[in-house]
T-cell receptor, first 113, second 111 residues
Framework: NAGVTQTPKFRVLKTGQSMTLLCAQD?????MYWYRQDPGMGLRLIHY???????AKGEVPDGYNVSRLKKQNFLLGLESAAPSQTSVYFC????????????FGAGTRLSVL | KQEVTQIPAALSVPEGENLVLNCSFT??????LQWFRQDPGKGLTSLLL?????REQTSGRLNASLDKSSGRSTLYIAASQPGDSATYLC??????????FGAGTRLFVKA
């Protein structure tokens, strides 16, 4: 997972609490993504960004907000956590002008009680 | 709507066996198909990427094929080893920043 760093690796929240997940890259790729992975399901796209200062909604954006103030960082925020947001969250980056290979971070395991 | 399916969900084989993992997709309008490996508690590692104009890609003991007309991709692993035990996911890039992932096949190679 070299090149994509996610923090924190683990977190436990109570319902209603807020938190921010950080994704940092050192590969200078334009595109960044936030996915969630749930048992028995494929990864689902939450939000994505095609460049600094831009964000867009993915397949399951409700309950999440994102920001990309700097090209190398993509933040995922949960304003009021719910048990349904218990999941493993992955950040990915992609070189838009290349082969479109996606590179993933190691993930953040979030439990909402 | 593009859907990606991987069957079986789990597979157990003895060491040394050659095996094939299957991936099917419902819409042939894809830009590429990517195979990933995921170890427990870890992120996804890209194994092979096949562009829509290609039929196959090879890396070491791995060979991935793509048949857009039938909506299928296979990942062939030769001479399997216990270290190959992991979950293998396929993902179809459909453009518009959308990548549709299968749920994965969990592989266990017995020593």
């Amino acid at each position: 997972n070299a090149g994509v760093t996610q923090t924190p690796k683990f977190r436990v929240l109570k319902t209603g609490q807020s938190m921010t997940l950080l994704c940092a890259q050192d590969m200078n790729h334009e595109y960044m993504y936030w996915y969630r992975q749930d048992p028995g399901m494929g990864l689902r796209l939450i939000h994505y960004s095609v460049g600094e200062g831009t964000t867009a909604k993915g397949e399951v954006p409700d309950g999440y907000n994102v920001s990309r103030l700097k090209k190398q960082n993509f933040l995922l925020g949960l304003e009021s956590a719910a048990p349904s947001q218990t999941s493993v969250y992955f950040c990915a980056i992609q070189d838009g002008g290349g082969k479109n290979i996606q590179y993933f971070g190691a993930g953040t395991r979030l439990s909402v009680l | 709507k593009q859907e990606v399916t991987q069957i079986p969900a789990a597979l157990s084989v003895p060491e040394g066996e050659n095996l094939v993992l299957n991936c099917s997709f419902t819409d042939s309008a894809i830009y590429n198909l990517q195979w990933f490996r995921q170890d427990p508690g870890k992120g996804l590692t890209s194994l092979l990427l096949i562009q829509s104009s290609q039929r196959e890609q090879t890396s070491g003991r791995l060979n991935a094929s793509l048949d857009k007309s039938s909506g299928r991709s296979t990942l062939y692993i030769a001479a399997s080893q216990p270290g190959d035990s992991a979950t293998y996911l396929c993902a179809a890039f459909t453009g518009g920043f959308k990548t549709i992932f299968g749920a994965g096949t969990r592989l266990f190679v017995k020593a």
